[in-house]
């Protein structure tokens, strides 16, 4: 009886695998030869979709399963052609080939025929390499599935498999980014590599690493590291990714998002062993300008003591920060106490029973610093005020004088104590006492080597302690802070520049006493621009398809009545005649090209005269949706809108009304840049978002610093005039007055 025949295999070889199937083992082995031979034709005249078909029937006749064991050879000495790669590779290939070559090299041993078993044995050996050399070539990611339970070593030159099949890494190995596939997937095997090859297959996986632009793989590496670090059982491949990887030490990006998951944990409770992972993957950054230990602190830095879930992850951070930071570390000494004070005070109040004893504890171990009790007094100072600008009960000016006073008498006298108080003060104070902070800081800065710190705070990993070096640093570049008081010219040409003139000449009161700060009036004005623009894009959603000059005209009335309570507020503040004053005008008979346009006039006077008057025109146009929640991928604004724009005055802007994509703001660009990027995109009627949103600045910013700070405008009076009436007139005029 004829045995069955597989119905899969196509029609031309049904004959030639029953003709196989029939074969007695004794006479398999000089019979493999002309069932090659009969392959062969059948492969130059097969076609695609037969060599598919055969490719499949293949797949299951080397599935688990009774096989002959002239089958078996017939499947070994064909696999080069049966098993191309047309399609993704089956999950464990090569264990599977493995198992079918001992069954078949036994099956001759066990029939007498060892001669023929050995050569089949070196014959089906060479073939499975070449088959996984391919599939491999093709589908470098899939290498853990092909290989996987099969024990392998690597010698410098080829992986390879029970010492016998190889894989020659630098033939399947791609270039460039495509490589990095292959690389992890040479990664996942180190664990069961044997000790031998382990080590060189390491070095190989570092050296062609080095080769790709790390500007290629850096992403898609960075996805795997956070991925093995957020998994609870990642700890140990952290520590193997970046020795084989050791660019990534030096990535600050890496180590920034470390920082950020490890505070997001923490605020939410997360695992326990993901935090543990997070802070031992930040002590891997080590690298200038990158810094994990200061990537650890900050994740507690900004956390909320008080409301947190559980404070024990918090007391994990502190523990593993002070038991890998280095002694010469002043700042993050200092940094750590102040931790250390919160966490105690949010433990007594929670009724902790061991708070008073661990922060002994850790006073303990930093007590032999040098001016130990200044640190811990500047410590315990911060945690008691900072949060009580948070609240009612904010300092008075006279206190906050003495405490800066104080603050330079404890801190000012050494070096060491200079240099941790100003690290400290630009890093860790809170945003409704950064003023404070800062002007602490300018008392602290005495000599070079104080304001080469400064500078280098630049680089620091905190965005808040960068912004406000910034801000230092080119208050000390202007000259201030080098022993002479700043000269300010005779005519301000700038409202900041006014500000400091009146400070300079003690003309303004503030509450009994000379002295007003830019940064009171800048947070008064943008806090109350801000109000209105983050209710704006909060509404856009709803309220998208009114016209645009209806949306233009809620946003202006809303401006204006936020101005007339920030002059209130100013006025309680101040008791000078300064004052801010916003009158918004609808022109009735404006034409359609201009009912979107807004223009804002700018008025300085002082002491009854104009000093300058300045106008900036900005045209507004809104995003719409295609459907539901899908909103379009450009702003409808034609090229010729602009063109008309930039002809009357080079101060114009764009104002894109928006949702609150990333965070509640409206943009605003200048008009030859959005030109630009119409042109650089082929566009005649829109201007891309995408591009608009990397391009932009919020409405707040760039009305209380550009706008209103007098740095953009244009002071022809015809072009005042003209965005008054006209045909050119725009369809709204905000006047700005300063007096």
């Known amino acids: 009886m004829q045995p069955s025949v597989e119905p899969s295999w196509p029609e031309p070889l049904l004959a030639l695998h029953a003709r196989v199937a029939a074969t007695a083992p ?75 070559r001992d069954a078949a090299v036994t099956a001759l041993r066990e029939a007498g025929d060892p001669e023929n078993a050995d050569r089949i044995h070196r014959e089906s050996t060479v073939t499975i390499s070449t088959v996984l050399t391919r599939f491999l070539k093709r589908h470098p990611e899939a290498l853990s599935t092909l290989v996987r339970e099969v024990p392998c070593t690597y010698d410098g030159r080829a992986l390879r498999f029970q010492d016998a099949v190889e894989v020659d890494l630098k033939y399947v190995m791609g270039t460039g980014a495509k490589s990095v596939d292959l690389l992890e997937q040479l990664r996942s095997l180190l664990p069961d590599t044997r000790d031998g090859g382990r080590d060189k297959l390491t070095d190989f996986i570092r050296t062609r690493a080095a080769r790709i632009p790390w500007r290629e793989a850096s992403e898609v590496l960075g996805e795997r590291l956070f991925a093995l670090a ?55 950054f080590d690298a200038p300008p990158v810094d994990g230990l200061r990537g650890a602190l900050g994740a507690l830095v900004q956390s909320d003591f008080e409301t947190a879930a559980d404070l024990g992850h918090a007391r994990f951070v502190l523990d593993h920060c002070q038991g890998t930071m280095r002694k010469s570390e002043p700042a993050l000494a200092l940094t750590l106490l102040w931790l250390e004070e919160r966490l105690f005070r949010a433990s007594v109040r929670r009724g902790v029973p061991e708070a008073f004893e661990r922060r002994t504890r850790a006073r303990a171990k930093l007590e032999s ?31 906050l004088v003495a405490w800066r006073a104080e603050v330079a008498r404890r801190m000012g006298n050494k070096p060491v104590l200079r240099k941790a108080a100003i690290e400290f003060l630009l890093w860790c104070a809170p945003d409704e006492a950064s003023s404070e902070a800062e002007l602490a800081t300018l008392t602290l800065v005495r000599t070079a080597t104080d304001r080469r710190l400064v500078r280098r705070m630049l680089e620091h990993p905190s965005p808040r302690a960068r912004f406000r070096a910034r801000a230092l640093q080119s208050f000390l570049q202007a000259g201030a802070g080098q022993g002479a008081a700043p000269v300010e010219p005779s005519e301000p040409a700038t409202l900041t520049g006014s500000l400091r003139h009146l400070h300079a000449t003690r003309s303004v009161h503030v509450g009994g006493r000379t002295w007003l700060r830019d940064r009171d009036l800048e947070d008064l004005l943008v806090g109350a621009v801000g109000r209105v623009e983050a209710e704006t894009a909060q509404q856009h959603p709803r309220r998208f398809r009114e016209e645009t000059p209806a949306l233009i005209a809620g946003m202006l009335d809303g401006l204006r009545s936020e101005w007339e309570r920030a002059q209130a507020d100013l006025g309680s503040l101040v008791s000078s005649p300064l004052s801010l004053a916003m009158a918004v005008h609808r022109h009735p008979e404006a034409p359609p090209d201009a009912a979107s346009d807004i223009a804002f006039v700018v ?27 899908q909103w379009l991928p450009t702003f409808r604004l034609g090229r010729e809108r602009l063109d008309a724009l930039l002809s009357r005055t080079e101060a114009a802007f764009c104002l894109f009304l928006v949702p609150a994509f990333v965070r509640p703001e409206l943009w605003v660009m200048p008009a030859r840049l959005a030109r630009a990027l119409m042109e650089a995109q082929g566009a005649l009627s829109g201007v891309p978002r995408e591009a608009a949103q990397g391009a932009s600045r919020p409405l707040a910013q760039w009305l209380v610093y550009d706008v209103l700070g007098l740095w953009v405008g244009d002071e022809r009076p015809d072009v005042i005039d003209a965005s008054r009436e006209g045909e050119a007139a725009a369809g709204f005029v905000v006047d700005v007055t300063v007096r």
Not at 74 to 98: A, H, N
Not at 379 to 390: L, V
Not at 607 to 624: D, H, M, N, S
Request: glycine residues 8%; proline residues 6%.
């Open 26 to 100: 004794r006479e398999a082995a000089a019979s493999s030869a002309e069932w090659r031979e009969d392959f062969a034709r059948w492969v130059r005249g097969a076609s695609l979709e037969e060599r598919t078909r055969a490719q499949a029937a293949a797949w299951e006749r080397l599935s688990p399963g009774e096989r002959t064991p002239s089958e078996l050879l017939f499947l070994l000495s064909t696999l080069s052609e049966l098993l191309w790669p047309y399609e993704e590779p089956r999950l464990g290939l090569l264990k599977q080939l493995l198992a079918r």
């Open 369 to 399: 610093l040098s001016g130990f009790m200044h640190l811990v007094w500047l410590a315990e100072e911060c945690a008691e005020m900072w949060p009580r600008f948070r609240t009612p009960a904010r300092p008075g000016l006279d206190g």
């Open 230 to 284: 957020t998994s609870p059982d990642g700890r140990s491949g952290m520590r193997g990714f970046l020795a084989c990887y050791p660019n990534g030490r030096k990535e600050p990006d890496w180590c920034s998002r470390a920082g950020l998951l490890l505070a997001r944990t923490v605020e939410v409770g997360g695992p326990p062993a993901v935090v543990e992972n997070l802070c031992d993957l930040l002590t891997l």
């Open 603 to 629: 008025s300085v006077e002082r002491e009854g005269f104009v000093r300058t008057r300045r106008v900036v025109r900005a045209q507004v146009a809104k995003l719409e949706q295609r459907g539901e929640g």
